[in-house]
């Protein structure tokens, strides 16, 4: 499902730039620019969460947090330039999900962003074993087999096809295959996306230099194609 996010923040730059993330993560972005126009947009739009900075015009972040807690239970993640930990508090006691300091790592909130995503609305989870083929994932086991052998993948290799698997179709930058194997403080290059690709394709694919399930998208990363398992 295509979660919508809502962004509040007076400073559009902090608006497109964490916009961009998002999207390159596949949710559709909101944008409102002070507090009263935040509770206008999450009033008609209904957004899956909304990430709103403390210090806002018209109406400051905290207020607009207190309302919109007493209208719905949407998530809230709360940015701000204040650090203490009585600031933090405060902001988690009036019902924040979430807290993060000012100035952050866009990929770190995209992170929290689907962490407090996957709290609030669990998706469901595949079964014990997905099969394609002869490719057997089983992720209570954590294994993977290739008829009927195990294919011995590394953890960063299993992470990487889980990530994959359970969106089929969908095209992943390398940088949120990164995020999704490593998390969102590693500082490696996104072309190490590559490698461990490359590694897994070896392990789980046919052979002959034939790419049937994992493909790459040209100028983006890669997706994991179901619909090519006869």
Known sequence: MNR????????????????????????????????????????????DLVVLDLMLPELAGTDVCKLLRTE????????????????????LDLGADDYLTKPFNPR????????VLRRVYPAETPGDDLRYGSLVISFLRHEVTVAGKPANLTPTEFRLLEALVREPGRAFSRSELLDRAFGYD????????????????????PGG????FITTVPGLGYRFESRNVA
């Not at 239970?73 to 405060?90: C, G, Q, S, W």
């Not at 770190?108 to 962490?115: G, M, S, T, Y």
């Open 4 to 47: 919508c996010i809502l962004v509040v923040d007076d400073d559009k730059k902090i608006v497109d730039l964490v916009t961009l993330y998002l999207k390159r993560d596949g949710y559709t972005v909101l944008q409102a620019y002070d507090g009263q126009e935040a509770l206008e947009v999450a009033r008609r739009k209904r957004p």
């Open 72 to 91: 719905s239970r949407v998530p809230i993640i709360m940015l701000t330039a204040r650090a203490t930990d009585e600031d933090k508090l405060r902001g």
């Open 108 to 115: 770190e909130l995209v992170a929290r962003v689907r962490a």
């Open 186 to 205: 590693y500082e490696g290059v996104e072309r190490t996306v590559d490698v461990h690709i490359m590694n897994l394709r070896r392990k789980i694919e």
């Open 209 to 212: 230099g034939e790419w049937r």
